[in-house]
């Protein structure tokens, strides 16, 4: 079974500043994806970014990128330039790899909410 | 966009009522996904189906049953609620796309059992 660690439950960070968010997992699987979901305190829960444990180069959407370590088994995300409107949960994630016609689920951690202050 | 809505935002039920939670995805996706998510404990998966009258358990099926008659609904039964089963509950779905699943969640049903 997979599990999946967040282990810093909040976090701060000043407006414009950068911030990391840590995540570790464990499996025994060699393909697998792994994700990072943002929740607003809106509650829509949706897709930051997602990397695929077969590349090695590290994923990036606009402000956010990711810090993949295979090795170890870790998985943070960076977001640059902090806004206001990146307050909220941040949740990371992880799927086996499956092929057509098979079942896949996600595992989450539990976790971590992100203040920006102005 | 993909679109995925939940039946009622708030909801509040007695001890031993029978509850219905609605999803509805409009993007024809064959994967759909019950979660609950309390604090301190993210996300734990109830029921997924990954077809029409298929259905599988989660990681905490007890005390839920599920129902998918046509593809794009998918529902949450609770056949006698109680107190504990108070939570905020996420409906999502997916399809597979040459490995590039990607699940898009409802606005969630947060549900108060007195």
């Known amino acids: 079974a997979q599990t999946v660690t967040q282990s810093q439950p909040e976090m701060s960070v000043q407006e414009a500043e950068t911030v990391t968010l840590s995540c570790t997992y464990d499996?025994?699987?060699?393909?697998?994806?792994l994700f990072w979901y943002k929740q607003p305190p809106s509650r829509q829960m949706i897709l930051v970014i997602r990397?695929?444990?077969?590349?090695?180069q590290n994923a990036t959407e606009n402000r956010f990128s990711v810090n993949f370590q295979k090795a170890a088994k870790s998985f943070s995300l960076k977001i640059s330039d902090s806004q206001l409107g990146d307050t909220a949960m941040y949740f990371c994630?992880?799927?086996?790899?499956?092929?057509?016609?098979?079942?896949?689920?996600?595992?989450f951690g539990k976790g971590i909410t992100l203040s920006v202050r102005p | 966009d993909v679109k995925v809505t939940q039946s009622s935002r708030y909801l509040v039920k007695r001890t031993g009522e029978k509850v219905f939670l609605e999803c509805v995805q409009d993007?024809?996706?064959?994967?759909m996904f019950w979660y609950r998510q309390d604090p301190g404990l993210g996300l734990r998966l109830i029921y997924f189906?990954?077809?029409?009258?298929?259905?599988e358990k989660g990681d905490i099926p007890e005390g839920y049953s599920v129902s998918r008659e046509k593809k794009e609904r998918f529902s949450l039964i609770l056949e006698s609620a109680s107190t504990n089963q108070t939570s905020m509950y996420l409906c999502?779905?997916?399809?597979?796309?040459?490995?590039?699943?990607?699940?898009?969640f409802g606005p969630g049903t947060r549900l108060l059992v007195l």
């Open positions: 999502a779905s997916s399809f597979w796309a040459g490995g590039r699943e990607t699940q898009y």
């Open positions: 499996t025994s699987e060699n393909n697998y994806y």
């Open positions: 990397q695929e444990a077969y590349k090695q």
């Open positions: 994630a992880f799927m086996k790899h499956r092929s057509p016609g098979a079942n896949s689920k996600l595992t």
């Open positions: 993007m024809d996706h064959e994967n």
């Open positions: 189906s990954y077809d029409v009258k298929m259905k």
